[in-house]
Nanobody
Framework: VQLQASGGGLVQAGGSLTLSCAAS????????WAWFRQAPGKDREGVSC????????LYADSVKGRFAISSEKSKNMVYLQMRNLEPTDTAVYYC????????????????????WGQGTQVTVSS
């Protein structure tokens, strides 16, 4: 099983990026899907979670209204659309898959991730 994240890059503040996560070796709809990020010198934090069962989504307060998570089951893809980016969004972004339903609080340490993607760098310049 493998997750391949892509779509990162350098963007100016206020700009947009869409990250993609390609899943292979999965039964896609057995998993819930999430994006995490880790900024330099900081702990990894949960950004967003998508529950495959009911289609519900969850976002960290810092990205609500700016980021949107989605999936394309036919292509085994998960996306993170990011708009109105801020320098504080600069981080390595990771996609993740879990057999557990999305937690109440995105990125909760109680939420067990089965598979991590390799990360894609997002840099937002001011």
């Amino acid at each position: 099983v493998q997750l391949q994240a892509s779509g990162g890059g350098l963007v100016q503040a206020g700009g947009s990026l869409t990250l993609s996560c390609a899943a292979s070796g999965f039964t896609f709809d057995h998993y819930d899907w999430a994006w995490f990020r880790q900024a330099p010198g900081k702990d990894r934090e949960g950004v967003s979670c998508f529950s495959i069962g009911d289609g519900s989504t969850l976002y960290a307060d810092s990205v609500k209204g700016r980021f949107a998570i989605s999936s394309e089951k036919s292509k085994n893809m998960v996306y993170l659309q990011m708009r109105n980016l801020e320098p504080t969004d600069t981080a390595v972004y990771y996609c993740a898959a879990s057999l557990s339903q999305c937690p109440v609080v995105v990125g909760s340490s109680d939420w067990k991730v089965e598979v991590w993607g390799q990360g894609t760098q997002v840099t937002v310049s001011s």
